[in-house]
């Protein structure tokens, strides 16, 4: 009998193999230069994320006690062993690649990182005025004393520890100096007549902490610092929310946002590799934290800062990623010799549209059905799911103006969607004061649906035209994540969708759908059963495959089924950009099951299911992974396509995926990835996708 690690992988080091792959995709020689500070950057910050919340939640089991067993049968504690241990690899790669490789690459392209000790006495000069005029004032030394307790560090805080003697009294005392990198660069660009250096493609940085380190005596008047060293700390991060006790959720995220800020309990410390040894043990003590989480760093601390340097004027130094064309059926939408006669809703009438961004602009297609529905006279009413919704967005714009407009819009904006609650909270309380309705879903669920419906009054009946995407109204995103869409106006899916905003909004209880997968209600069953289908054609004769593209794989219970399918003959692909569970090629387990992972330019967001069913394609696409997580405790909506045309490029779509042999990592038999050889790549999805080929 197998255990359960010889079925599954578990969960987390799955994740940091997926991390891994992001990191290594950035050293590779292929990519422009600030493409690879990208990639590093986006590592680190995934990090962050990670230790905040999957790392806090295995902490917190731990000191309650819990002993639960993951899917692979490692206890909570086993999981942060194993976790730390691969964390601390990978770490320790991405320092010496930035030291030795990133850096001088960086410099031989003329972004050269300079050090105080190496500048000559004009330029330290202009250091030295710039951090009196620019940086001083935002100082604030707190001195650990016994009328002083040792201070909160806020999470992932940049900050400076330092030992002052005073010459009074000879007594050596702790200070912690917060670094202000939310009000100032984190690289601090010296000009280039400081250098006497006139080529404008070339730039000159020094870091703030570096600056701030060489001119520390400054801040303490009368006294001598005799060392200091940087560390940071990552707390947990995760919200807790007694829903159920919430009278108001709007409040009640509100009040658990307040208490994030605060942080809670400390899960890693990063420390300079040459922290001195009595600094370090100050921070330990006061800190409270264990050993295996402290985290000795060999270059700069919070390398996700790194992403600064992309924004300078050097284009030759990154792709250009700024793509995309309006929709083929959408080109002569409105032109000035066909005003009226082309309508978006004319057009949907017509066809069905299927959307996959950023190749096709989400402005030219989502955002102008948002905008047209808020201007037309003949739309009644607008509903729509929010997620995660951009700074400036010209969805919510258009909803205010539809609601001035005098139509019914009513909003669900999932005020828990992770990290961004707190703008979400801003556009809940704007677009209420909009006149708009406003509600917050399902209790002890998260809304992750991507749904909008515009309600039209045509001829003296209501038709129903929507959109559902695999993606987020979020008009920044749409441009550097790949997602797909449907635009149309079949009544069976719209009359599923208003059953849906029904129960969004409290008033159905809807459990059935005609055409709609819905979790936690419809979804699961279907799926399994589209699998199970399969596997009875297989074992009478008949064609049966799978494929699937998904941002992960976790679910145990489909997992084993798709097992099972492989020992029944069925032919399974599966593109899963981040977590994967499930072991492919393994013999008498998943001998018919093969993984890929895209990672690239663009991050893989799009969610589609195909089932042959003995040539008789079912093809869908939505918003849910196979996690748990999805299928049981979120609302999410995927929708078949049925548009034989559409499908055929959906199918398409997915080969195009299969076949790429460039941005496609190869999950082997044991859990880890490999590469192909990138001098034999010809195939590569995400150039293809765009039209052109580009000379790295």
């Not at 919510?396 to 990290?419: D, P």
Request: hydrophobic share 40%; charged share 25%; net charge neutral.
């Amino acid at each position: 009998m197998k255990s359960p690690a010889d079925v599954f992988i578990n969960r987390e080091l799955s994740w940091i193999e997926f991390n891994k792959r992001v990191l290594l995709t950035g050293m590779e020689k292929e990519y422009k230069i600030l493409d690879k500070v990208k990639f590093c950057s986006i590592f680190s910050n995934n990090l962050d994320e990670f230790f905040m919340v999957r790392v806090a939640s295995l902490k917190a089991q731990v000191e309650a006690g819990i002993t639960k067993k993951s899917i692979d049968g490692l206890t909570p504690e086993e999981q942060l062993t194993k976790i730390n241990k691969e964390v601390k690899k990978l770490t320790s790669l991405q320092e010496n690649y930035v030291n030795n490789v990133l850096s001088a690459e960086l410099k031989k392209q003329g972004v050269i990182l300079k050090k105080y000790e190496d500048l000559g006495e004009n330029q330290r000069n202009w250091c030295n005025n710039f951090f009196t005029s620019s940086i001083f004032p935002l100082l604030t030394p707190l001195v650990v004393d016994p009328s002083h307790p040792f201070p909160f560090i806020s999470n992932l805080s940049l900050n400076l520890a330092a030992l002052i003697k005073d010459g009074e009294n000879s007594k050596n005392q702790f200070v912690r100096v917060k670094i202000p990198t939310k009000n100032i660069n984190r690289f601090i660009q010296i000009p280039n007549e400081i250098f006497q250096h006139n080529d404008e493609s070339t730039h000159f940085f020094i870091s703030v902490e570096d600056l701030i380190g060489n001119n520390i005596n400054s801040l303490f008047s009368g006294m001598e610092c005799i060392n200091y060293s940087f560390f940071r700390v990552t707390r947990d991060a995760d919200l807790e929310l007694k829903e159920l006790e919430a009278d108001d959720l709007l409040l009640a995220v509100e009040q658990s946002l307040q208490k994030r800020r605060l942080g809670g309990d400390v899960v890693r410390l990063e420390v300079e590799s040459d922290i001195p040894k009595n600094i370090l043990k100050l921070l330990i003590e006061s800190i409270s934290i264990q050993e295996e989480y402290i985290y000795f760093c060999k270059s700069l601390l919070a390398l996700d800062d790194l992403n600064q340097l992309t924004k300078i004027n050097r284009d030759d130094l990154k792709e250009n990623l700024l793509i995309g064309t309006t929709h083929p059926q959408l080109k002569n939408l409105d032109t000035p010799l066909n005003k009226n006669l082309n309508s978006i809703f004319k057009i949907l009438r017509k066809e069905n549209i299927l959307l996959h961004h950023p190749y096709d602009l989400f402005k030219t297609s989502v955002e102008e059905f948002i905008n047209r529905a808020a201007e037309d006279p003949l739309v009644m009413a607008i509903k729509i799911t929010l997620y995660r919704v951009s700074k400036d967005s010209p969805i919510i714009a258009a909803l205010m103006r539809a609601a001035e407009n005098g139509k019914e819009v009513m909003t669900l904006v999932e005020l828990k969607a992770r990290f961004d609650e707190d703008n979400n909270i801003q556009w809940a309380k704007q677009l209420e004061q909009a006149g708009i309705h406003v509600v917050y879903g399902i209790i002890g669920y998260k809304t992750h649906t991507k749904i909008a419906l515009v309600v039209r009054k045509e001829k003296g009946r209501l038709r129903n035209y929507f959109h559902i995407g695999t993606g987020n109204y979020n008009s920044s995103t749409s441009r550097f994540y790949t997602d797909l869409g449907l635009l149309s106006t079949d009544p069976d899916i719209a009359s599923d969708l208003l059953e849906l905003f029904n129960y969004l909004s409290g008033f159905s209880k809807q459990k059935s759908y005609q055409k709609l997968l819905v979790s936690p209600s419809s979804m699961r069953e279907k799926f399994l059963f589209l699998i199970k289908r399969e596997i009875e054609n297989a074992k009478k004769g008949k064609k049966a495959a799978i494929i699937a593209k998904m941002n992960s794989l976790v679910d145990p219970e489909i997992i084993t089924l798709l097992y099972s399918a492989s020992n029944a003959g069925v032919n399974i692909s599966l593109i899963v950009r981040g977590i994967c569970c499930l072991y492919p090629q393994r013999k008498n387990l998943s001998e018919n099951i093969k993984v890929i992972s895209i990672i690239g330019h663009f991050l893989e967001h799009s969610r589609i299911f195909w089932f042959c069913n003995n040539d008789d394609n079912e093809v869908f696409i939505g918003s849910a992974d196979w996690m748990r997580r999805n299928l049981d405790r979120r609302i999410e909506a995927v929708t078949p396509i049925e548009d034989f045309e559409l499908k055929t490029q959906l199918y398409s779509l997915l080969q195009t995926y299969i076949k790429d042999n460039y941005y496609s990592w190869i999950m082997k038999e044991n859990g880890s990835y490999a590469k192909y050889k990138l001098d034999s790549a010809n195939n590569r999805s995400q150039l293809d996708l765009i039209g052109k080929r580009k000379k790295y």
